[in-house]
Each structure stands twice: as C-alpha cells, then as structure tokens.
C-alpha cells in the first residue's frame, strides 16, 4: 500500500506545481551601499527572525560569488549526472540555470535547501553535506554555501568538482547578516526554517522529513507564534488540518482570548488565504495534468490530496485518474509508476551516492523493474537514471 512518505517522489511535481511565480528581482537601499545584499522589506513588515517553523529570512550578503553554467552543459560527465541514456535530465543543474538574478529564497522556491557557513578546513561537516545533497540532487535538493572571502573560490571549485552548481554567498568574519550561524539550516520547499542544528544527525533526519511535503504558497513573513501548529501543518502538506488550527486561532483572537489579538487575527487570516489558494492551484493542476497526459504527476497530485486535503478536494486527482482507465497506454503507466513508488519508498537516505546492502537490493529491484515492461516513460527514466547514477560511481 501507498503511504504518505511517496511524497519523496513528488518533486517533478515540485518543480512544476503552479510553475512557481517568477519572483520580483531584489531591490538594492541606495541610502546603504555597504549593507549586506537581501529581499527588498515589504512595508510594515516585521522584522526578519530566524525560528524553526516560521519562514526563514532573506538572504543577506556581501556578495554572491560564482554563477551557474548558462549554456545547460557541465565540463565533464560524472556520477552526479543522470542526463544521458533514456535517464531524466539533471533536475538540479535545470533549476540553478533558471534562477534570473540572485539566489533569493523566492527563487529558490520548491527546493530543499541546506544553507550553512562552513570553513573549507572542516572537511568533515563539508563532506556530509555534499553527500546528503548530491544523493537527492533528483529530489530537487541544493546546498547553499557562506563563506569568508579567501574560501570562495576553493568552496566553487569544490562544489564544481561535485557538479554542484549551487550558490556561494560572501559573509565577512565579523558579519551581522542574520544568515552568520554557524547552525546548518533546513530550509523547506515552502521557505520554512526547518532545522536549525550543528549535529549532523539532526540535519540528516530534517532533511529527510523535509523531501517528504511538496511545494506551498509562500508565507513570505513570520506569523503570531499562536499560529506555529497550523503553519507546521501548511508546510507539511496537511492543508485540511491548517485549517482548522488558523480557524480555531482566529475564533479566539476575534473573541478576545490571545494576547495581540489584531494581529494574531490578521495573521490567521493570512494563513487561511495561502491555504486557499494552495488547494485552488493543487485542484487546477489536476485538471492540467490530465489535459496533457501527465499521469504520473496527477498520482503524485493524488497522493497529496487525499492526504492533505477533505471533502471534492482530496478526491480532485482520483476522480481524473478514474478517466484515464480506459486508455491502456496512459493506465499501464499509472500502474507502472505506483510500481516505481513502492520500490523507491525504500530508497536509503544517501542513495545513490553510498554503497551498501540496501543499496544493491534496491538496484536489483530496479533492474528487475525494467525488463518487466517495454515502456519507457516517466518510471522507466527514474529508475533508469538512479541505477546510472549508482553504478557511475560504485559500478
């Protein structure tokens, strides 16, 4: 059976789902010359605050170092690449091309990022979290790196050497950027503050919870701590029981029994909003994934709302799904890609990137998978690609 940690698998959906608003370049303050680059602050908007499950803050820099290949090509061909052979292209090095402008959390909106300020002596801290994203580089996972000014250019070329083409961002020694922590950050694909934490045991398991949710409207400020529960909800994919949390708080704060409660009312109603319009776009993706035969999204849209959601919405993608059974070609690759799901749900943290007996068995697995139909379609070039991917770098 289906469980909710399928989810793992939702990120072609994460990527597409809603085709995340192209955000608005950042606004430099010409009154600061020197103050670190970030998001331009909306008016009246409260003042940035790193806190595990509120939105994490813009980003802020002394620079941005680096950029991303603009012709779609990397220098070599390596066990990171999973673009060639029938596999899917590259997920992570399409997305990092994308980006118009600097790495905002706008535009990074729908990846899981790893965003830390390690010195390149600690090779150790460097090597977990290089390995913890280049695994799930298909997971539309990316690593976002600040550094002092003299370890810029090693860090790039590290990061190049791992076909990693993600941000390197300039803090200086003494910097004030609300980003200077030596805590490793899980930042969600909603642009949610995960985790905050220098055991490497406990970025590992945020990390992983992490890929489970799929991307959400952006809440783009923190909210009344009244509101935590719900947001954890929203960010976790579990849009029916947000909203019931944000209802229970606004009824309180309209009735008088929270402290603030003007604010604590209007932000509930914020959340209620992002709320609504997540569902509205989950439901017209449906419709849009069954116009252009993209069945295996509408089974990972299914599998989202039938978690997440109640009522004509939790069913939105099973009843588009019921249409398709009469189409044989379009109904064995439902089938072929819930047979993918159930093989992949057991898919080790670090696989394809570490070797072991988990790892073989699921190789297998895949392999068998594929001698056991002629069709080559979204499952096919999945499980193609990981097994590429592992014998790459294992053989």
Request: charged letters at 30%; proline letters at 6%; one cysteine or more.
């Amino acid at each position: 059976m289906l469980t909710v940690s399928h989810l793992l698998l939702s990120l072609a959906f994460a990527t597409t789902l809603a085709q995340d608003p192209v955000p608005l370049p950042p606004v430099p303050d010409p009154s600061l010359p020197g103050a670190p680059k970030q998001d331009a602050p909306k008016e009246d908007a409260p003042a940035p605050v790193w806190q595990v499950g509120q939105p994490a803050p813009a980003f802020q820099v002394d620079r941005w170092a680096g950029a991303a290949p603009k012709d779609g090509k990397t220098e070599k061909s390596s066990s990171t690449s999973s673009s060639g052979g029938g596999a899917e292209p590259d997920v992570l090095l399409q997305r990092i091309q994308k980006l118009n402008g600097e790495p905002t959390l706008d535009a990074l909106h729908g990846l899981v990022l790893i965003v830390h300020r390690t010195p390149s002596s600690n090779s150790a801290r460097w090597n977990a979290l290089v390995e913890l994203v280049d695994a799930n580089r298909d997971r539309n996972a990316a690593i976002v790196s600040f550094v002092e000014e003299s370890d810029a250019q090693f860090v790039q070329d590290r990061l190049k050497g791992e076909e990693l083409p993600c941000p390197v961002g300039v803090l200086g020694p003494e910097s004030k950027s609300i980003w200077a922590h030596d805590e490793i950050a899980v930042v969600g694909r909603t642009g949610e503050l995960v985790c905050s934490s220098t055991k490497l045991d406990e970025v590992a398991k945020a990390f992983e919870k992490a890929l489970d949710c799929c991307s959400a409207e952006r809440i783009e400020r923190p909210l009344a701590p009244a509101l935590l529960p719900a947001m954890a909800d929203y960010f976790e994919s579990r849009y029916a029981k947000a909203r019931d949390g944000a209802e229970s708080v606004l009824k309180k704060s309209e009735s008088g029994k929270l402290d603030d409660a003007a604010r604590v009312a209007a932000d509930a109603k914020h959340l209620l909003a992002r709320i609504d319009a997540q569902e509205k776009e989950l439901v017209a993706a449906c419709a849009k994934a069954l116009a252009e035969g993209n069945v295996e999204r509408l089974v990972d849209l299914d599998l989202v709302l039938s978690k997440g959601c109640k009522g004509d919405v939790a069913k939105a993608a099973s009843e588009q799904l019921k249409k398709i059974q009469a189409q044989s070609l379009l109904a064995n690759r439902v089938i072929d890609y819930r047979k993918y799901l159930g093989l992949v749900d057991k898919r080790p943290l670090l696989f394809p990137r570490r070797d072991d007996g988990a790892a073989k068995k699921l190789v297998k697995e895949l392999e068998s998978f594929l001698k056991q139909t002629a069709n080559d379609a979204t499952s096919q070039q999945r499980a193609r690609g990981l097994i590429q991917r592992y014998k790459a770098r294992h053989g």
